[in-house]
């Protein structure tokens, strides 16, 4: 089985950055895709990012080209770049780690927007 912890979220101003980091520990061999959703008030959760183990990269549409997703394999972590951050992106973030069938979502980590 998979664990993973997030850290990186916290209050921002409009236009500002923030890094999401997330660390994945346990079954780690058997990790395919690895990624973030996020969860508005009131909303669905939503898929942000996703990185495949071969490094190929998946965005919504609404944080394309604000957004960037790596991957540091030899420590089995995977970031979140944020960059000119709006606040309809305040959300809490979740990471997850696929190692099928499982998917492992982490805990979440708060994300606010606002001046």
């Known amino acids: 089985q998979v664990q993973v912890v997030e850290s990186g979220g916290g209050l921002v101003q409009p236009g500002g950055s923030l890094r999401l980091s997330c660390a994945a520990s346990?079954?780690?061999?058997?990790?395919?895709?690895m990624g973030w959703s996020r969860q508005a008030p009131g909303k669905e959760r939503e898929l942000v990012a996703r990185?495949?183990?071969?490094?190929?990269?998946d965005y919504a549409g609404s944080v394309k080209g604000r957004f960037a997703i790596s991957r540091d394999t030899a420590k089995n972590t995977v970031y979140l770049q944020m960059n000119s951050l709006k606040p309809e992106d305040t959300a809490v973030y979740y990471c997850?780690?696929?190692?099928?069938?499982?998917?492992?979502w982490g805990q979440g980590t708060q994300v606010t927007v606002s001046s």
């Open positions: 997850f780690a696929a190692a099928s069938p499982l998917i492992s």
């Open positions: 346990g079954s780690i061999f058997g990790i395919l895709d």
């Open positions: 990185i495949t183990k071969g490094g190929s990269t």
